[in-house]
């Protein structure tokens, strides 16, 4: 894949998945000065390790990120349990991809005459989403691009005006979404960025080369979020044909790794659609909606834990080959630590918001 493809994925599907799940789990930006200082940090932190981590997993492995957790608990003589993770992982992709759409769909469709039958247009929605999955990538991520461009233009030429940036009170629970902010853009070390920079991956032995221009479109991808606003029907709209095209890409992400698996058919078909579809259930929206942060956030976690505590210390040296062994030490120091103690306190302030 080219190179310039996986950062353009990255900003496209960053931009979505934030758009779609930031406002429903009451993360609110409302232009505050002093929240987007704390997200800044946290993307310096937090989703900047992640992207090296997942390409110092993606080299070290040599396989997509389902089929690398054999080898990986192997090479590190940890216990097979590990490997739940490659799974709890692959099955929250479709899942993210259903909530993402059913989320962006709900704001385009309220005020219009499908809104007694929101369920039954995400349906369709996502069925869209499951053919256009068997699209070649390249075409998936040119559309998302476009489309997502689109959006952004015409949430300034037909959106309201967004408040003027000011500065409030930080309070605990900016930290917990500020954290929950980046790790969602950054993908939650999902492996998505994993599959499709494989190829470069492997040819470059500085993981720098691969993960910085990922975690810079991210990051580009938050900024333009903070001057979106999805608040008229012409915008809401666009957005949703982007999200039904990104749910596509991420289905058939999803779907090649459980080919790499060698899973059968049939059971891929069960798990995708499954996973997708079980957001059209009337009314639990609100149960899934949190749902679903947690059991991201919790993957990420437990892939920090892995990586950082059961993993040899030569692997992932060699694997991200730094040129500065200080950026090594930082980096693992992060990954060891900051990382799990920052997603466990964005778990106890998320939890502690929903009660």
């Not at 992060?334 to 990382?339: D, N």
């Not at 920052?342 to 502690?352: D, E, K, L, T």
Request: charged content about 10%; aromatic content about 12%.
């Amino acid at each position: 894949m080219s190179r310039w493809l996986s950062p353009l994925m990255a900003f496209c599907l960053s931009f979505i998945i934030i758009a779609g799940l930031a406002p429903s789990l009451g993360i609110q930006i409302d232009r505050q000065i002093d929240f987007w200082l704390l997200w800044f940090g946290t993307m310096f932190i937090l989703a900047l390790p992640i992207a090296y981590l997942e390409i110092a997993l993606a080299k070290r492995s040599k396989t997509t990120a389902l089929n690398a957790l054999s080898s990986l608990t192997r090479d590190a003589d940890a216990s097979q349990r590990w490997r739940i993770v490659g799974w709890m992982a692959v099955v929250f992709i479709p899942f993210l991809a259903g909530g993402v759409l059913f989320n962006i769909g709900q704001v385009t469709v309220q005020n219009t005459v499908f809104a007694a039958q929101s369920n039954i247009a995400f349906i369709i929605l996502a069925i869209l989403a499951l053919a256009l999955s068997y699209l070649p990538r390249q075409i998936l991520v040119i559309l998302t691009a476009v489309t997502v461009i689109i959006s952004l233009i015409l949430a300034n030429v037909f959106g309201t005006a967004l408040q003027p940036w000011h500065i409030t009170p930080i309070e605990f629970k900016e930290w917990g979404n500020a954290t929950i902010l980046a790790l969602v853009a950054s993908g939650l070390g999902l492996g998505l960025y994993w599959q499709t920079s494989f190829l470069q991956i492997q040819q470059q032995e500085n993981s720098t080369k691969t993960a910085l221009p990922i975690w810079i479109a991210q990051l580009i991808a938050v900024i333009a979020f903070g001057f979106f606003a999805m608040s008229t029907q012409i915008p809401a709209w666009s957005m949703t044909i982007a999200a039904v095209i990104a749910a596509a890409l991420l289905v058939q992400l999803a779907r090649e790794q459980l080919v790499q698996r060698q899973i059968s058919i049939v059971i891929q078909f069960i798990i995708l659609s499954v996973a997708l579809l079980v957001w059209a259930i009337p009314n639990i929206a609100n149960i899934l909606n949190p749902v679903l942060m947690l059991w991201g956030l919790v993957i990420c976690l437990i892939y920090s834990i892995f990586a950082g505590w059961i993993m040899k210390i030569s692997h992932l040296r060699k694997a991200v080959n730094f040129s500065n062994e200080l950026f090594y030490n930082l980096w693992r120091i992060a990954v060891r630590v900051v990382l799990p103690v920052s997603i466990v306190v964005a778990i106890i302030s998320f939890i502690g918001q929903l009660i």
